[in-house]
């Protein structure tokens, strides 16, 4: 079946940088969109970032994290990693990583509900 598990992030300190990971199993890796949420204590969950499918050449970030944030995809590996840099405490969250069942479209790429499956989330948290 398919699944998508999530590793790396953990406590950092503001200013550091980590690499959260992502693999796939029990779909054709390449031929998906995938993406990246963040949900903070109380909050709803919010887009990240997303990859094409195939070689990954187009990548898509929300606002706050342009600049800092790197999305990339390893086929070979079944694996999306987030590089991020210049951590910031807004950044402390759960992240997900999810499959896009549609197609690439900038206007949907942030709703969650256009991704059909979904990791169980790892937490990042960056302090002060």
């Known amino acids: 079946q398919v699944q998508l598990v999530e590793s790396g992030g953990g406590l950092v300190q503001a200013g550091d940088s980590t690499r959260l990971s992502c693999a796939g199993s029990?779909?054709?890796?390449?031929?998906?969109?995938m993406g990246w949420f963040r949900q903070a204590p109380g909050k709803e969950r919010d887009f990240v970032a997303a990859?094409?499918?195939?070689?990954?050449?187009?990548?898509y970030y929300v606002d706050s994290v342009k600049g800092r944030f790197t999305l990339s995809r390893d086929n070979a590996e079944n694996t999306v990693y987030l590089q991020m840099n210049s951590l910031k405490p807004e950044d402390t969250a759960v992240y997900y990583c999810?499959?896009?069942?549609?197609?690439?479209?900038?206007?949907?790429?942030?709703?969650?509900?256009?991704?059909?499956?979904w990791g169980q989330g790892t937490q990042v948290t960056v302090s002060s």
């Open positions: 999810a499959r896009r069942s549609g197609w690439w479209t900038e206007t949907t790429l942030g709703t969650a509900n256009e991704y059909d499956y």
């Open positions: 029990g779909f054709p890796f390449s031929s998906y969109i």
């Open positions: 990859i094409s499918r195939g070689a990954g050449r187009t990548t």
